[in-house]
């Protein structure tokens, strides 16, 4: 009988080479937490589907889409961790990050969604932006916009996802903005890893 992971990593994809390997590999790497890695592929032609299709452990799904939106809620829908979250290819996680998150959500049964300090990676590897310790709130997203990011925020499951709080598929870019925003409307409780 499987059990249910600690983690459901979404990621959706379509033609990108460039980094979806270092992507992957940083949960791969991940310890110390399980988890089940959700590739949604939106019919990627370019060499990305025979990356994918080297590593045995994903769940890979290959289905046309809508865009990203409608890709990461099919990643979403499939998802059986407790904690959920979406990486783009283009991202990666830290060392550590899901054994550390784990640890920190386990202590806050309360918490609805725990969200933490991010980096933006440059070309060169080098950290660029980061952004810390800083609470989240709806009028402050709303008028300074979009300063959480989806690789470093986590959804309960149960209290988020199968209550049908997904992504509006209408929305292209900003999705995870319009997102947060109506996800900081329905009361839950948002809480800051430090």
């Not at 590739?39 to 799904?61: C, F, M, N, V």
């Not at 660029?128 to 499951?157: E, V």
């Not at 319009?178 to 009361?187: D, F, I, M, V």
Request: charged content about 25%.
């Amino acid at each position: 009988m499987d059990t249910e992971p600690d983690f459901s990593i979404v990621t959706p994809s379509f033609n990108y080479t460039t980094y979806v390997r270092e992507c992957i590999e940083s949960v791969l790497g991940q310890e110390g937490a399980t988890f089940e890695h959700i590739i949604q592929d939106a019919g990627s032609t370019d060499g990305t589907l025979d990356i994918l299709r080297e590593y045995p452990h994903l769940k890979l799904h290959v289905e046309k889409d809508s865009g990203m939106s409608e890709g990461i809620n099919r990643g979403f829908l499939k998802a059986t961790g407790k904690w959920v979250m979406w990486l783009n290819t283009d991202d990666r996680l830290l060392p550590g990050a899901l054994a550390a998150i784990k640890a920190f959500a386990d202590s806050r049964p309360d918490a609805n969604v725990v969200y933490g300090a991010w980096n933006f990676i440059g070309p060169d590897g080098g950290v660029q932006r980061s952004m810390k310790d800083l609470p989240y709130s709806l009028s402050m997203h709303i008028w300074y916009g979009t300063y959480l990011a989806s690789t470093a925020l986590f959804l309960r499951r149960s209290t988020t996802i199968d209550e049908g709080i997904l992504l509006d598929e209408r929305f292209h870019y900003d999705m995870d903005g319009e997102y947060y925003a109506r996800l900081g409307r329905t009361g839950k409780k948002w809480v800051l890893y430090t």
